[in-house]
């Protein structure tokens, strides 16, 4: 069991002043093994924070960030999955989940994570199985006036990924699990 | 019926003074003409008064008043042996004889008085036995007030160091014993007067009993009076005594003035030196006592004297007395759960007052201070109590005070935290208190000399972060607050700008989706708020960034703008903001990179625009193509125009669907991808990858199946082709990206071919 954090656009200072209290309390060192950011995090701050959670963390550039050195797409092997991260707002039309696919295919990727939209998406297609953890702190987005801060925690455990869905609404915590598996003979997951 | 109690009372009262009067007179007339036998009787018959058990104990101390004014004429006969013939140790046996208990032992204690006076016998012993043969006095009320006298008469013939009494007649130890054990007698009788009577009588009693609380506190003021109490005595006898029957005596009454008494008597270093013996009394008392006053009074008191000098200070330190209050504070909200929010809100406010005045420079003490009370706050809804968010907001504005600078306290994690809690009213008031700090601190921020890089960074993050804290629900007060803070950031300097501008702009596209949200005709007066307005503002908000600069970021901000103004149906309003960005475009962002993430964001964001009209449309589209198609790279050109293929086909059923202006993008993209090989090959010697052909055959798939008309099957045939022809070519260099790439995105032919129906028929039309 391989714990994976998918979480980004937080927007810190600029669009929010902090994760929201609720979720702070859940995220605690040493618990995750691998943190994805999608980006816009935005300062060195919270790229701090993120390491202090886990020391393996993939953060990928959105167009927000203060540091711009980091990459415009990445990808890695974790277990039997290969994952790609990409903010998204390169890939146009935006959240346009078609568009993703193509990515996901020029990747290469059994899963992208991807975000820009602030809107938690998990979808599966013919190629794989892209992942939009929205954003953790509720920022303010063009795409949709009811941002509910949210984050993802992926358990990949063999050929299987549970994908565990945490998002404040109302001053609660909800939780929703997604299953996703991928056969053995084919590279992609179903 | 009270009115006739009232009535009684009265007349009994009237009646127990005229008693006195009347054997008063006699006893004047026996003690002038030198007549103790005669002096006896009628002191004895005076003092019986005091034996009544009707009177409530404000009527009682009345004539206790009287007796007592009597009783020193009697003792200044008594002293004077002269008059009467009678030795004081005589005298002390010849009281014993009057009748009742009361008036002997009032006779008795008089006696003593001049007893101890004549030295004729050691001060503890007649001490000794005066408080314990008052012992026989059990009645609460008489008991507590022939103590009281006891007391009254004792207190300068205590054995104190440097009195004439101390020697072999006793000790500082004497003394206290006899001040302990009177005390704690007392505090038995009082106690016991809450245990008469039912109900509504109940309640009088205690009111009357709460009126003789300073007789049994009396002692506490003796004790701390007495010098030979240093540190070490305190420390070892005085307190653990007190608290022994403060604790013991299981009154809330008691217990409360009790420990409010410690605090306010004895001095603060005695406090300090004790602390722990004295907070480790109060979980041990009665749970309806109210603890947390006396908890914040004792901070109140160590507050002052932390700020009475500096040099206290280290012993601060050194008893730990932060960790010692925070616990014992920690417990008591805990153990007392149902305490209102305004209590423990207090209680935090007295600590938070004594940490900035002793540990100024322990940020962290002040942040795990806050950090409690959100905890507490956490536990309970929105605060509706305007005394405790008053208190909250004196919470707030104490870090503000002592560190007079805004930054600063905003750099406590937990201090937007307790903002959280606060409703919306007190939102706004506490945002004013911090307008108000920054507006009065402004000068200094300004002249600030050469800050630490980082530091800077950090201060400024924390006022962006503040101003998402600023909300308020009415429309006109939230647009004030923006231009308020907008006033002191542009004050602030350039350098401040990049920090703070988003922060504000975002503010006011809230204030506009809220402005949008309320629709509807507002009647009567004007209203100054609309998303016009509040979009003229955010152009000059905007344009503040100029004098950083700082145009990638003014850039992103009036994409957003656009985008809020095209949900608000503001056609030329989103316009500007677009004509903005494209100015800032041209000419300030000269930076390679820069300018593909720009041209990503113009180009995302007018693909989602469906507010312009035709013409305003095409001029923007047609710009951004250009644009697109100039960058500096090749690759990014040829993704830039395949990108602004989106432009001409919005998937929703008003949008633009112009398949032609489609295929045009994607063949001018498709040349771009050509001249990208031939350069590659002119300046390397081998062809690039593939890739970009890759990513242009998807992109015909995509409009394909969208229904483009003018992809045909053929034309992805004819794209594959050349894309396998490119590979095998001589100068091709091997890239296992792109095959992947390719494989996969034939593997998704293949897919959709054996999808069947419709799509099924559509693929099968690519001819492999």
Known sequence: ?190 | MMINEAEDEEKWLAEGIAGIQHNAFYMHRALDSNNLREALKYSAQMLSELRTSKLSPHKYYDLYMRAFDELRKLEIFFKDEGKHGVSVVDLYELVQHAGNILPRLYLLCTVGSVYIKSKEAPAKEVLKDLVEMCHAVQHPLRGLFVRSYLAQISRDKLPDIGSEYEGDDGTVMDAVEFVLQNFTEMNKLWVRMQHQGPGRVREKQEKERNELRDLVGKNLHVLSQIEGVDLEMYKETVLPRVLEQVVNCKDDLSQYYLMDCIIQVFPDEYHLQTLETLLGACPQLQPTVDIKTVLSRLMDRLSNYAASSADVLPEFLQVEAFGKLSNAIGKVIETQVDMPAVGAITLYVSLLTFTLRVHPDRLDYVDLVLGACVKKLSNIPKLDDSRATKQVVALLSAPLEKYNDIVTALTLSNYPRVMDHLDNGTNKVMAMVIIQSIMKNNTCISTADKLDEDDFKDEQNSVARLIHMLYNNEPEEMLKIICTVRKHTMAGGPKRLPFTVPSLVFSALRLVRQLQGQEGDIVGEEVPATPKKIFQLLTQIIEDLSTVPSPELALRLSLQCAEAANDGDLEHVAYEFFTQAFVLYEEEIADSKAQVTAIHLIVGTLQRMNVFGVENRDTLTHKATGYSARLLKKPDQCRAVYACSHLFWVDDQDGVKDGERVLLCLKRALRIANAAQQMANVARGSSGPVTLFVEILNKYLYFFEKGNQQITGAAIQGLIELINTEKQSDSATPDSASDAFLASTMRYIQFQRQKGGIMGEKFESIKL
């Open chain 1, 1 to 190: 069991m391989v714990l994976v954090l998918a979480i980004g656009d937080l927007h810190i200072p600029h669009r929010a002043p902090d994760l929201p209290p609720k979720f702070k309390s859940m995220l605690v060192p040493g618990k995750i093994q691998h943190i994805i950011c999608t980006g816009n995090l935005c300062i060195k701050e919270v790229h701090d924070y993120f390491k202090s959670l886990c020391p393996d963390l993939h953060v990928t550039r959105g167009e927000c960030d203060e540091d711009s050195r980091y990459p415009e797409n990445k990808t890695l092997t974790i277990g039997q999955f290969k994952l790609g991260i990409c903010h998204g707002h390169q890939v146009i039309p935006w959240g346009d989940l078609d568009s993703l696919a193509m990515l996901q295919r020029q990747l290469d990727v059994d899963i992208l994570v991807t975000g820009h939209t602030h809107q938690f998406k998990a979808y599966k297609h013919e190629g794989g199985v892209v992942i939009n953890p929205g954003s953790a702190t509720g920022a303010y987005s063009s795409f949709t006036y009811d941002v509910n801060p949210s984050f993802v925690l992926m358990d990949i455990d063999g050929l299987r990924v549970v994908v565990y869905v945490y998002e404040l609404i109302d001053g609660e915590v909800k939780v929703d699990k997604i299953d996703f598996k991928k056969t053995s003979t084919t590279r992609s997951a179903h």
